[in-house]
T-cell receptor
């Protein structure tokens, strides 16, 4: 088990472009989470999957954001028409359940210029 | 809905001194409580967690946290810090019936020689 993997580690994009991030969770974890972290702040919840079903989305997740988890394995987070305010660290985590806590990936740092 | 307040954004201490990082939470239901650590340029790692039972929980590297239900607190302590403890520490709460963690804003622990 190699833990939670996120790709890419860094992404620089021009405003208005679309970006997609990938997360590979721990294989036996059925829950997968996306969080966003900006400088000096704690992680903010974006969305959550149990297997392939997206069960909750934060109000932070505007219509420009979409996440998928086909077949309940890896997940992708897409941001369309990026804005400078989207610049942040995007964190993926997986878990077996709430009482187990999460295992986080190293994150994808997005910079929108 | 749950919320977490970490009362100090930065805590500077001298090496081998004791430290306490404060965390208060708000919830109308029973919760699980967690402390995560984020070392420079790394992802978040679970430090310790409280699920039930003994209110004092310990980590493998000498940190401990005490759950105080009446004060809704889960402060993190270490009797003697080391340079390698320099990191950002995040307190998090999870409603026992829910699936997502809510994080505090983080406390940056800086150890001076």
């Amino acid at each position: 088990d190699t833990g939670v993997s996120q790709d890419p580690r860094h992404k620089i994009t021009k405003r208005g472009q679309n970006v997609t991030f990938r997360c590979d969770p721990i294989s036996e974890h059925n829950r997968l989470y996306w969080y966003r972290q900006t400088l000096g702040q704690g992680p903010e919840f974006l969305t959550y999957f149990q297997n392939e079903a997206q069960l909750e989305k934060s109000r932070l997740l505007s219509d420009r954001f979409s996440a998928e988890r086909p077949k309940g394995s890896f997940s992708t987070l897409e941001i369309q028409r990026t804005e400078q305010g989207d610049s942040a660290m995007y964190l993926c985590a997986s878990s077996l359940g709430g009482r187990d806590g999460y295992t986080f990936g190293s994150g994808t740092r997005l910079t929108v210029v | 809905a749950q919320s977490v307040t970490q009362l100090d954004s930065q805590v500077p201490v001298f090496e081998e001194a004791p430290v306490e990082l404060r965390c208060n939470y708000s919830s109308s239901v029973s919760v699980y409580l967690f402390w995560y650590v984020q070392y420079p340029n790394q992802g978040l790692q679970l430090l310790l967690k409280y699920l039930s039972g003994s209110t004092l929980v310990e980590s493998i590297n000498g940190f401990e946290a005490e759950f105080n239900k009446s004060q809704t607190s889960f402060h993190l302590r270490k009797p003697s810090v080391h340079i390698s403890d320099t990191a950002e520490y995040f307190c998090a709460v999870c409603d026992q019936g829910a699936q997502k963690l809510v994080f505090g804003q983080g406390t940056r622990l800086t150890i001076n020689p």
